[in-house]
């Protein structure tokens, strides 16, 4: 079955390349002008994943995000023709998987829009029945769960891979480049303010569970696991 991408954005142009490029993929599309009426698409049928430009009229997509994610854990991509990092940060924050600053590569765009998909629903593997524990701190790939001391975090498939990461290799500092490995394809540039908002996302989600050591930086190096709480 094909994926149904939502494409939102005010630019007729835009909407036209995205879903030229996502259906030449062999995904299914349908465009929006405006975050009012990517809502009401959502709510007649949830897509696969969202494509979000940040600056519409009658709603802007961080304002679209926040409300989704009241209901749905969607993967949403944003878009947006700034490159400030408010607007990434905020972005993530509000629940964003992936942000990708116009212009940009319809190529690059679909590539990130088949991590999200795969990381969303990954395939399922049977004979891995594995589970990651650190401290308080336990990941389940199989059921796609994270919690912390019996309390359930809510993660993005991004953050879950990146967590999934430093769980696999509790005694190592991976560098930026290590950290994204573990959920872009290797193709794929990621900048250092992503994954530092990625971090800092994470981070936030484990501390207000009571989780105030999940990751620590090692300046000039990278990342490593904390002691979780243990």
Not at 15 to 43: N, Y
């Amino acid at each position: 079955m094909p994926h149904h991408i939502l494409v939102a954005d005010d630019d007729p142009h835009i909407r036209e390349i995205i879903c030229f490029a996502l259906e030449k993929a062999g995904m299914k599309t349908l465009a929006v002008p405006d975050g009012a009426a990517a809502l009401q698409s959502i709510e007649r049928r949830a897509p696969d994943l969202v494509v979000l430009d940040i600056g519409m009229p009658e709603m802007e997509g961080l304002e679209v995000c926040r409300r989704l994610r009241h209901t749905s854990d969607v993967p949403v991509l944003f878009l947006s023709a700034r490159d400030e990092e408010i607007d990434r940060i905020l972005g993530l924050e509000m629940g964003g998987d992936d942000y990708v600053t116009k212009p940009f590569s319809p190529r690059e765009l679909v590539a990130r829009v088949n991590v999200i998909l795969r990381r969303a629903r990954p395939t399922p593997e049977p004979a891995d029945d594995r589970q990651f524990s650190h401290g308080r701190l336990l990941l389940v790939p199989a059921s796609h769960t994270a919690s912390f001391d019996g309390k359930p975090l809510a993660l993005t498939s991004i953050e879950f891979a990146i967590l999934k990461g430093f769980l696999a290799r509790p005694a190592h500092v991976l560098g930026r480049d290590m950290v994204m490995a573990n959920a872009y394809a290797a193709n794929i540039h990621v900048a250092d303010r992503t994954v530092d908002s990625h971090i800092r996302n994470i981070r936030a989600k484990l501390a207000a569970v009571g989780c105030l050591d999940a990751i620590e930086t090692v300046h000039g190096v990278g990342f490593r696991l904390g002691k979780c709480g243990s």
